[in-house]
């Protein structure tokens, strides 16, 4: 079944399904993309690892809290005899990374593969102050705004710090950005309501080859479908954090008891 949100459907920013939802956007809109663009030029993933902070206690894997330690007292001391053999400790946890693998898109010129095109799509980590993949991030950012490659980042999360822009733009919950090389430091934005379709986007190439377009309401409805996610998602319940406005969540209720979720 699609989805019953006409644009991005909020509900899959739930972590247990954002990374599979993030490497499937990627794979779709890499397969796009060499639908269009072989054979002058052809678009590949781009891994990266990063890290998310878990806890371990009792072989169980659970979200770390910042600054609190959860213990428990020990067994009493073995006896043999009059003679204590074990020295009872203070069990605790201790705070473990959890690798998660995201993936980009390059687009690249056949043969000599110069790069053209980056196109990054946000994580939650790279929405978060203080992690490392965010200020990794924001230095890959940086770099390629000052490099000779076009640069696309698409922005389907409405939680975490947006990417800085210059100027004030409509407020939205997701966005996407398309950063051109002759036309910096000029930047293309495109707002997008919780209501409203995903948009249909240039993709650049290189001098005066026509540009690639990847209709992104189509990509992320077919993500959907092959991804199986309305088998995993209850829309019962809540819209996941961060909390809609009043006005979105009136709207979402409206949407969902329309179509009996």
């Known amino acids: 079944m699609p989805s019953p949100f006409p644009g991005m459907d909020p509900y899959i920013e739930q972590s247990r399904l954002w990374v599979d939802f993030h490497s499937n956007l990627a794979s779709e809109i890499q397969a796009e993309l060499n639908r269009q663009i072989r ?27 910042p600054d609190v330690g959860v213990m428990r007292e020990a067994a009493a001391p073995y006896y043999a005899g009059d003679v204590a053999v074990l020295d009872p400790p203070i069990e605790n946890e201790i705070s473990m990374d959890d690798l998660l693998d995201f993936l980009g898109v390059e687009i690249l010129r056949s043969g000599d593969e110069q790069l053209i095109t980056a196109i990054e799509i946000l994580s939650p980590v790279n929405k978060r102050p203080g992690h490392d993949a965010h200020w990794d991030y924001r230095r890959k950012r940086r770099d390629l705004l000052h490099s000779d490659v076009h640069f696309l980042e698409i922005d389907l999360l409405r939680g975490g710090e947006r990417s800085p822009l210059e100027r004030p733009v409509p407020v939205a919950p997701y ?26 986007i ?18 992320v409805a077919s993500v959907y479908e092959r991804g199986g996610y309305d088998a995993q998602i209850d829309y019962r319940q809540p819209v996941p954090p961060p909390a809609l406005t009043d006005e979105e969540a009136a709207w979402v209720d409206r949407l969902l008891n329309r179509q009996n979720h």
């Open 175 to 200: 966005y996407v950005s398309l950063s051109r090389v002759g036309q910096r430091p000029f930047i293309s934005v495109w707002p997008i309501s919780l209501s409203s379709r995903l948009p249909t």
């Open 39 to 65: 054979p002058v030029y052809f678009a590949r993933l781009t891994p990266y690892t990063t890290y998310e902070a878990i806890e371990l206690f009792r072989s169980r894997r659970q979200a770390i809290r």
């Open 202 to 219: 240039p993709v650049p190439l290189a001098g005066a080859d026509p540009d690639a377009i990847l209709n992104l309401g189509q990509i």
